[in-house]
C-alpha cells in the first residue's frame, strides 16, 4: 500500500537510505518549537477555503552553474494555479520570501507542488527538486510555520515554508423575498 499523500515527503526514506537517516524531521527543524506528532495528523477530505502560503528560502541546492552557484526559482502550482518566486542570482541558498494565496475547493487536488528550478539564459531551466504540501495537513493544523521539507529528485536540497489555512467563509446572503403577503 502506497503511503504517498499522506507523509511528507521527508517522512519516506530515499533509495540507498538507511530507516535511521529517514527521520521525519531535519535537525533544523527539531530545534524549532513544535508541538510533535501532531504536526503529522490531517483533516479527512479537502476542504474548501484559503492557503496563504509563504516561501522563506532553501538550503544546501545544488551547484548547476559554472562556477559552483546557481539562479534559483520555485514554482508554486495547485490544480489551475500558479506562481513563481522570483529568481535568485548566483546562490545556494536564495530568500525568496514570496507570499501566494492559493484557493482551496472542496474535494480538490491534496497536494500543493513545489518546484525548483535553475533559470538559465540559454536552453531550459534545470530542475533542482521538488516537494509537496498536503493541504489536508493545513486545514487540519490551521497554521504550520518555518517547516523545512528535504527536495526529492536531486542531491541535495531543502526548502523553509509556512502556511496558514483560512475556512471558505461565504455564506449565501439570505434572499430579500418578502413570505408575509
Known amino acids: 500500500a ?5 507523509l511528507p515527503p521527508q ?4 533509495k540507498g537510505q538507511r530507516p535511521s537517516e529517514a527521520g521525519v524531521k531535519t535537525t533544523e527543524s527539531l530545534s524549532a518549537p513544535t508541538s510533535g506528532l501532531s504536526d503529522l495528523t490531517y483533516d479527512d477530505k479537502v476542504l474548501p477555503g484559503r492557503i496563504r502560503l509563504l516561501i522563506h528560502k532553501a538550503e544546501e541546492l545544488e551547484k548547476k552553474d559554472v562556477g559552483g552557484k546557481s539562479d534559483p526559482y520555485v514554482v508554486i ?6 506562481s513563481e518566486t522570483q529568481v535568485c542570482k548566483k546562490t545556494i541558498s536564495p530568500v525568496w520570501d514570496h507570499e501566494v494565496w492559493v484557493d482551496i475547493s472542496e474535494n480538490g487536488d491534496n497536494q500543493i507542488t513545489l518546484e525548483l528550478f535553475d533559470k538559465d539564459k540559454i536552453g531550459k531551466d534545470e530542475k533542482m527538486g521538488r516537494t509537496t504540501i498536503d493541504v489536508r ?3 487540519k493544523q490551521k497554521k504550520l510555520s518555518q517547516i523545512w521539507d528535504n527536495l526529492i529528485g536531486c542531491k541535495s536540497g531543502k526548502i523553509l515554508w509556512s502556511a496558514e489555512f483560512f475556512f471558505d467563509t461565504m455564506v449565501q446572503e439570505p434572499d430579500n423575498t418578502n413570505f408575509a403577503k
Open 137 to 139: 495537513r493545513i486545514s
Open 11 to 14: 517522512c519516506s526514506p530515499r
Open 2 to 6: 502506497s503511503l504517498r499523500g499522506l
Open 77 to 82: 502550482s495547485y490544480e489551475t494555479q500558479r
